[in-house]
């Protein structure tokens, strides 16, 4: 890869993620993603809350994740939505009082939806919410993500929310930005659904994998998977995409989790 520096900021060769894209960023590349389970939803009002869920629990071995949200999605019965607006409070926490998925517990789910579902009642939409909190002059959306998960923690009640990471606290936020990836981008893998936010805005979901993917190639030397490490990666990609910066996510971060794609393999293909 032709990749050098110019002051601060690293030079990417367009082309070779172009062709990593293209080969990768694919739906038959998608299972076991929890996102193929948020594909299933065609309706964007079933599918934010869905997202939501699914990428709140996206930590821990995959086939954990997908027997969780098969028990989760399972009591909400085909529509999400529904499901929280003809809910009390009490309902829900009945519902989800005996579910675990690793540390997560039945009252820290309920916590969550109980949110959701003071969002919904009072904005009609996890979007509407969302952009409620959005300036138009932020350069990205990490002040617009402290406002949803302040908002959606509040809203939670005496139940509280222990699921939603804290951007105000340096974390990366990952889980819930990849929430935003799947919402707002639309593509053969992202559904989509959210027309109100600019895709240029998002900010790469990093993980400790996607951390060693990115140090590996150069694009941060910051040895934290933090907010600031995520915004620098963010900012390397928007040199080569600048109205979409989190468009090769998926396909990178397919190399080290599918058996049959090594990130040494990936650092052959990108890298110099």
Known sequence: MDRGRVGSAVILDRERF????????????????PLAVVCDYGCKADREIAGLIASSLAYGRVVQILTSLEKV???????????????????????????RHRWTSGRDLSGLLIG???VLIEFGSLEAFFLDGMDDNDPDVVAALGAFVEGLKRRSGAVG??????????SACKRLNLFLRWMVRQDDV?????????????????DTHMHRICRSLGLTERRQADLKCAVEIT???RTISPSD???????LTRFGIRGDLSVEEL???VGE
């Open 235 to 237: 900012r390397a990609f």
């Open 190 to 206: 992202d559904p989509g659904g959210w027309t109100g936010v600019d895709p240029s805005r998002l900010v790469i979901p990093l």
């Open 161 to 170: 929310n222990k699921l939603l990471a804290d951007p105000e606290k340096g």
């Open 245 to 251: 910066p989190v468009k090769y996510d998926f396909s």
């Open 116 to 118: 959701v579902r003071q």
């Open 73 to 99: 999605f399972g009591v909400m019965g085909g529509s999400p939505n529904k499901y929280l607006l003809s809910r009390g409070v009490e309902q829900i926490e009945t519902d989800f009082a005996e579910f």
């Open 18 to 33: 172009e062709v990593l894209y293209l080969a990768y960023n694919r739906r038959e590349y998608l299972h076991p993603d």
């Open 267 to 269: 650092l052959e293909r």
